[in-house]
């Protein structure tokens, strides 16, 4: 499991159906909207790491609910559409589609599209700052309004998976293989104790580490 979520939305029940069943074998985490009413649900509900769209739904355009969302994500999106004519492909593009693939299509062609934009997502800058924490990717470090918050290389690793999330939810899991690189295999107790004391590094930033049950560790203003 890779720990991504992909919101799909696409009214033809047996191309969505396909496509699920395709990027969960591949170890991400679906979302499935028939609607566009549906997709604000799922929206509100948990923020998507990209969203493959359909232009052509049955309660409005893809193309107006991606303007209405840029305005405040730039999460990837990936048109996946009916529509083959170039102005159409150009039209998508600078309304704000990250990406264009027409029907029909290729399984291993929507995969390669889907990994592509999730890697270019990924790419880390050399900083990061949220509030009055700032994160050092290169040297692995974070300090509070300048201070050196001496992290270990784990618990530096937990906080910067969190503020690249910041309002979202990551199973324990998720978080276990991405910062010991191995399965977790019940071995809750080691990421336990690493975010308990990433937490008390992190008092008083403004920032908080919670635990939902079901959902996993969360990141947020206090």
Not at 174 to 198: A, C, H, N
């Amino acid at each position: 499991m890779n720990g991504k979520r992909i919101l799909l939305v696409e009214d033809n029940e047996k191309i969505m159906q396909g496509n699920r069943r395709m990027l969960l074998r591949r170890g991400y985490e679906v979302a499935a909207a028939l609607t566009l009413g549906e997709a604000r649900k799922a929206l509100k509900a948990q923020r998507p790491d990209l969203i493959v769209l359909d232009i052509m739904l049955p309660d409005g355009s893809g193309l107006d609910f991606m303007g209405e969302f840029r305005r405040y994500s730039k999460v990837p999106i990936l048109l996946l559409t009916g529509l083959t004519t170039p102005e159409d492909i150009v039209r998508g593009l600078r309304l704000g589609g990250d990406d264009y693939l027409a029907k029909p299509y290729d399984f291993g062609v929507l995969l390669a599209r889907v990994e592509a934009l999730l890697r270019r997502a990924e790419q880390i800058p050399d900083k990061l700052t949220r509030g009055r924490l700032s994160l050092d990717v290169a040297a692995g470090a974070a300090a509070l309004d300048g201070t050196d918050l001496l992290l270990t290389q784990k618990e530096f690793a937990l906080l910067l998976i969190f503020a690249q999330n910041e309002g979202r939810f990551i199973r324990a899991e998720v978080l276990y293989e991405k910062v010991w690189k191995q399965p977790m295999l019940g071995d809750s107790q080691s990421l336990k104790k690493t975010v308990y004391r990433l937490r008390e590094k992190i008092k008083g930033s403004g920032w908080r580490i919670e635990l939902s049950r079901g959902e996993g560790y969360g990141f947020g203003r206090e």
